[in-house]
T-cell receptor
Framework: AQKITQTQPGMFVQEKEAVTLDCTYD???????LFWYKQPSSGEMIFLIY??????QNATEGRYSLNFQKARKSANLVISASQLGDSAMYFC?????????????FGTGTRLKVLA | GAVVSQHPSRVICKSGTSVKIECRSL??????MFWYRQFPKQSLMLMAT?????????EQGVEKDKFLINHASLTLSTLTVTSAHPEDSSFYIC???????????????FGQGTRLTVV
């Protein structure tokens, strides 16, 4: 069964520093997509970055990059040059593409606090 | 990106009453929408998959008769919490799949969420 694990319930980072949020996953589907979402206190889910299981290169979107290690089944999010506005909950999610169901499974989240 | 609008953002209702939450795709047609529930400081749990013109597919453990889902058009899905009880208090959030999106982009956009409090 597919599973997403985020082992860091909370993280602190100094403003302008980089931070890595961990995510490991488990799936038997050879084709899958990995996503990171940001959820500020207002509640909406904001898409940050996507990595496909067959993508050869790590995904990058501005200050966000995904450290994809397929053999280790990890998809860590790296935020560079942290800003105060980055303080939020961060969720890692996965979709098994071969299943065709478009169902997303979410991890338990990591609460990031950026310190001034 | 695509816009998904969810309404209301907050609702307080009395125990025993029913509450309807709307999820609209504003600039695209969504054949599939998803409803999630999120307890405080916890993850999003998929409740059901809503397909336009057909019955919703509920996840294991979700009461179909309590959480009624209707997807009557390509731009609107509704979740009705019937005979609400305090334990139904939660954050409910919908997402809509954007058809035709390929790899490298998100396939699902989320509404703003609805915080339901049953008193």
């Amino acid at each position: 069964a597919q599973k997403i694990t985020q082992t860091q319930p909370g993280m602190f980072v100094q403003e302008k520093e980089a931070v890595t949020l961990d995510c490991t996953y488990d799936t038997s589907d050879p084709s899958y997509g990995l996503f990171w979402y940001k959820q500020p206190s207002s509640g909406e889910m904001i898409f940050l970055i996507y990595q496909g299981s067959y993508d050869q290169q790590n995904a990058t979107e501005g200050r966000y990059s995904l450290n994809f290690q397929k053999a280790r089944k990890s998809a860590n999010l790296v935020i560079s040059a942290s800003q105060l506005g980055d303080s939020a909950m961060y969720f890692c999610a996965m979709r098994e593409i071969s299943s065709g169901t478009y169902k997303y499974i979410f991890g338990t989240g990591t609460r990031l606090k950026v310190l001034a | 990106g695509a816009v998904v609008s969810q309404h209301p953002s907050r609702v307080i209702c009395k125990s025993g009453t029913s509450v309807k939450i709307e999820c609209r795709s504003l600039d695209f047609q969504a054949t599939t929408m998803f409803w999630y529930r999120q307890f405080p400081k916890q993850s999003l749990m998929l409740m059901a998959t809503s397909n336009e013109g057909s019955k919703a597919t509920y996840e294991q453990g979700v009461e179909k008769d309590k959480f009624l889902i209707n997807h009557a058009s390509l731009t609107l899905s509704t979740l009705t919490v019937t005979s609400a009880h305090p334990e139904d208090s939660s954050f409910y959030i919908c997402s809509a799949r954007v058809p035709g999106q390929g790899r490298g982009v998100t396939e699902a956009f989320f509404g703003q969420g609805t915080r339901l409090t049953v008193v």
